[in-house]
């Protein structure tokens, strides 16, 4: 382990047991941390994102089941925690602002009971009254006003509060990594574009590291120093932002970048990527990409790629990536 | 506010229209009779008092609250006027005011009913949730099966079996009245050990009756509560088991059950005539089954109508508890 | 005739409606076919009086000498038919209410709703034991009318709440546009999906029907027909004291067991519909 990796993700694989048969929704997937960073996760749904995520806390719901890997903080590999130091663990180190923030808090308490108990769970001793003031103070980073949400219950926000208070929440007990997923999916552009502001600020006060992730890459491209690229269970680049949208090595990053619209650009430009998403329970003999890929060529059905280091910081899954380069760098006028 | 306020006055206009209208159906059962109820009564106060045709007549009259010769209107005027005095005349079967029947009759009931919808409802309470919990237990069929089959039996019939078989045939239990003969009532030790023993095979009955459903029902709320995000969410953060299985899913999943409780105390209150008469239990039930059969009208009346307060309170109370244990129904109502 | 076909086709998947339906099936025949097969025995022979369970009597004799396995098939006609009255009229009862207080709205259907409100409150079976006094039940027919007036209640809330909320969906307000009426819409659109509905309500309908009615005979409010297993029941626990004796109890289990297969035949058929039709998601 670098020293300045706080998590390191080692060759997990996860796969759901269904009536149907086995859907492996995570092939050996690898992935280092750096402390204070903000890696961006980018995939089309059931590109594992979520399952990579939720792996982190060990939550992966049922019938999902990490097969094999290991999660590395520090020097203990968090699956193998007993549920003791893994209920310490969570939160405390490691917390999550979820998809459907909406339903994330229990309907019967209020957003201060939320707090307490979450603190209660991980310190032995502590102040209601100690809580409620760190609590405010997490509100007020938020832009939400304590007064009022502190004693309101969830159904008395409104969808972009409900999120923002959940923000607050994951922070309480002081994580040093702060996963968020789809945070902001299903709220209008210009309360995403707010809320975003508020995790930069964030990260900056607290010095807290960030893996974030999403399906739409621009989203994540103004906040991320990296950006991982998902798909089918596998990642199959990762490396800095600014190499991702000027110059992808793989085909799927590359048909990304291209496809997502920008102001300043013609739309005639925009290509889509063609064919359709993966059957995650028939997934070719070959690269996973290559049905969909045009620089597909024979050694890619064939053989899985392996992961190709181009220098110390790029990582790229593709037997044809030179080709890709060779197209140049991508422009947008 | 005003909402709340025409919602209130809406509820409570229907619970009153109830009550005059069950009132309103004895009233008119009595004038529907074949022959003249107050005749026939007259007839028998004779023989029984030894008064003379005229006086039993008019005894007759103020017993039944009827008099034949006013108009309609009028008879019906003065019946609501009595009733609004709680006067609602004498027994013809024991020669007792109505009232004291009545105020004799109801704790009886009470009794066995409180005790057993609360035993039933807290077994069927924690056996729905241990089976939720725990998934694929071995209990999960059996109370499958269980309350297949005592949800085909009507709770008279599992009574009858009961009687058969523990009172028949074991001789372990007494099949009839609420405390024997040689027993002085009191606050004694003997009495209540008696009415305890006379009590037993009734209170069976209505617990094995209700059980089933009330453990299928807690199972599914509870089943359907687990699969909702906040339930994932709080295990994120770190909270015990312990916590989540109480106030995560415990106080979720009953909401729905508490509303159900009261009415269902409601409805077998109504009910209460089949099993009291079986164990010749002096419950308000009973009552009003040898009241009917005895003709006897004003012993009826009050029965009936103490009948319909109980079911009428029951709802309210079901419409109370919903309000004050769920916060967003709080502010919806 | 397609939708039959898929119709069967779920029932035959879920065991549980297979099962109900099957048991549910037998009983039918033997009310309807029943009676014919077996003759009915109105002769009393004393001297054969609560026999037990033999070659010539499946299920023994009555406390009249009678045979108990022909009362049985017959009484099954009565319970049945007073089962399948009461459904047909409440179903009836409670579409005309709860579609017309759906669809017009306002004071009428504050004021149907508020009727429904009380029909709901009072206690049905006390009331039923009161008319019991003013109305001669002799017929099935009339039994079944006096059971329907305290079920279609709650049946009529839920088809209102469905109309309403057809009533502001999507392709309701599309295919007003497109000027079809709201009545053609509701016969053409809602009614087929309904089918399913209308059979597990019946079914509950009947279940209920069967427990209010038995229970009317066992307190001895109806004098209905001797035959009628509630009647059976009745006379076994009174005249014959089968509580007390030995042969005298099948006599006292053979409806008791009679209501308790039918009824969870119902409830099978009910339950394993409703499940087939509306899968709800376990973990």
């Known amino acids: 382990m670098k020293v300045n990796d706080i998590l390191k993700i080692e060759d997990i694989t996860v796969e759901f047991i269904l009536d149907s048969g086995n859907l492996r929704a995570l092939n050996k997937v690898s992935l280092d941390v750096k402390q204070g960073e903000i890696i961006g996760l980018v995939g089309e749904s059931g590109s594992g994102k979520t399952t990579l995520t939720s792996s982190i806390l060990n939550i992966v719901s049922r019938p999902g089941k990490i097969m094999n890997g290991e999660i590395w903080y520090g020097n203990k590999n968090i699956l193998e925690l007993d549920i003791n130091r893994l209920n310490q663990f969570r939160w405390k180190e490691v917390s999550m602002v979820f998809q459907a923030a909406q339903n994330a808090m229990n309907p019967i308490l209020t957003i201060q009971d939320h707090f307490i108990e979450t603190v209660a769970a991980h310190e032995k001793n502590y102040s209601e009254e100690e809580v409620a003031n760190k609590a405010a103070k997490l509100l007020g980073y938020v832009r939400l006003n304590p007064e009022r949400v502190l004693k309101s219950y969830p159904h008395e926000l409104s969808g972009g509060m409900r999120q923002r208070a959940i923000i607050a929440l994951s922070l309480i007990t002081d994580p040093k990594i702060l996963i968020l997923d789809e945070p902001t999916t299903a709220l209008d552009v210009i309360t995403q574009a707010y809320i975003f502001e508020i995790l930069k600020e964030l990260h900056k006060k607290l010095n807290l590291t960030m893996i974030m992730s999403t399906h739409d890459v621009s989203v994540v491209g103004s906040m991320a120093d990296r950006i991982a690229v998902m798909y089918a269970g596998e990642i199959v680049e990762i490396t800095d932002v600014f190499t991702i949208f000027n110059n992808p090595h793989h085909p799927y990053t590359r048909g990304l970048i291209m496809a997502t619209p920008s102001l300043t650009d013609d739309l005639n430009n925009r290509k889509a990527i063609k064919g359709n998403p993966p059957n995650l329970m028939e997934l070719p003999k070959g690269c996973n990409f290559a049905p969909r890929c045009e620089y597909c060529i024979a050694k890619c059905l064939d053989t899985k790629p392996e992961a190709t280091m181009i220098n110390e910081n790029h990582m790229v899954r593709c037997h044809n990536y030179e080709e890709v380069i060779a197209r140049g760098h991508i422009t947008k006028s | ?333 | 005739m397609k939708r039959f076909k898929a119709f069967f086709k779920v029932i035959r998947k879920n065991k549980q409606a297979f099962i109900g339906m099957l048991i549910l099936i037998m009983f039918f025949l033997m009310a309807t076919v029943g009676p014919e097969i077996i003759p009915e025995e109105i002769t009393t022979n004393y001297e054969q009086r609560l026999q037990a369970p033999s070659l010539e009597h499946p299920f023994g004799t009555d406390y009249a000498g009678r045979d108990t396995f022909s009362q049985f098939v017959h009484g099954s006609r009565n319970v049945l038919l007073v089962a399948f009255i009461t459904a047909v009229l409440t179903i009836v009862v409670a579409f005309l209410v709860g579609t017309i207080s759906g669809i017009s709205g306002g004071i009428l259907d504050d004021i149907l709703m508020g009727i429904t409100g009380i029909m709901l409150t009072v206690p049905s079976f006390p009331i039923m034991m009161v008319l019991s006094m003013i109305i001669r039940i002799d017929n099935p027919f009339l039994f079944g009318v006096v059971l329907s007036l305290w079920s279609w209640a709650g049946l009529a809330r839920s088809i209102r709440a469905q109309i309403l909320s057809l009533k502001h969906r999507d392709f309701v307000e599309a295919s007003r546009c497109l000027g079809m009426g709201l009545f053609h819409i509701i016969f053409k659109e809602m009614f087929p999906n309904m089918v399913s509905y209308i059979l597990i309500n019946f079914i509950s309908i009947m279940k209920g029907a069967i427990t209010a009615s038995v229970g009317l005979m066992v307190l001895g409010l109806v004098p209905f027909s001797a035959q009628h297993w509630g009647m059976m029941i009745n006379l076994a626990t009174s005249t014959t004291g089968a509580m007390y004796g030995s042969t005298a109890l099948i006599y006292f289990l053979v409806p008791v067991f009679g209501i308790m297969l039918f009824q969870m035949g119902c409830l099978f058929f009910a339950n394993g519909l409703d499940d087939a039709l509306n899968p709800k998601l376990s973990s």
């Open chain 2, 1 to 333: 506010m005003m909402k709340i306020v025409e919602v209130w006055v809406k509820k409570l206009a229907i619970l009153v229209a109830t009550i005059l209208f069950a009132t309103s159906i004895t009233f008119f059962v009595i004038r529907l009779m074949p022959g003249d109820p107050v005749d026939t009564m007259a007839m028998s106060l004779i023989t029984n008092e030894g008064l003379d045709y005229n006086q039993a007549y008019e005894k007759a009259k103020a017993l039944l609250n009827y008099d034949p010769d006013k108009s309609f209107g009028e008879q019906y005027m003065s019946y609501l006027k009595d009733l609004s005095k709680l006067e609602l005349g004498e027994s013809m079967s024991s020669k007792q005011p109505v009232i004291k029947v009545i105020a004799g009759a109801l704790p009886w009931t009470l009794f066995i009913l409180t005790i057993s919808v609360t035993i039933a409802f807290v077994l069927g309470v924690l056996i729905g949730m241990y089976i939720a919990w725990n998934r694929n237990t071995l209990i999960d069929p059996i109370v499958s099966v269980y309350a297949s089959i005592s949800g085909s039996l009507p709770d008279y019939i599992v009574g009858l079996l009961l009687v058969v078989l523990f009172s028949t045939k074991l001789r372990w239990f007494p099949s009839r009245g609420a405390y024997s003969s040689q027993v002085t009532p009191g606050f004694n030790f003997l009495f209540i050990k008696d009415v305890l023993y006379h009590s037993f095979l009734p209170m069976l009955t209505y617990v094995i009756t209700g059980l089933g459903s009330w453990a299928l029902f807690m199972k599914g709320s509870a089943v359907s509560v687990l699969s909702e995000d906040y339930i994932m969410a709080a295990r994120a953060r770190g909270l015990s088991e312990k916590r989540i299985r109480k106030t995560y899913v415990g106080r979720n999943a009953i909401l729905p059950l508490i509303t159900s409780l009261a009415i269902s105390f409601g409805a077998l209150f109504g009910g209460s005539p089949l099993i009291e008469n079986l164990f010749a239990y002096p419950g308000v039930g009973f009552y009003l089954n040898r009241a009917i059969a005895a003709r006897d009208y004003s012993l009826m009346q009050g029965m009936f109508l103490m009948i319909t307060i109980a079911v009428v309170l029951a709802n309210l109370a079901a419409d109370f508890c919903n309000i004050l244990l769920d916060p967003r129904i709080k502010d919806k109502a």
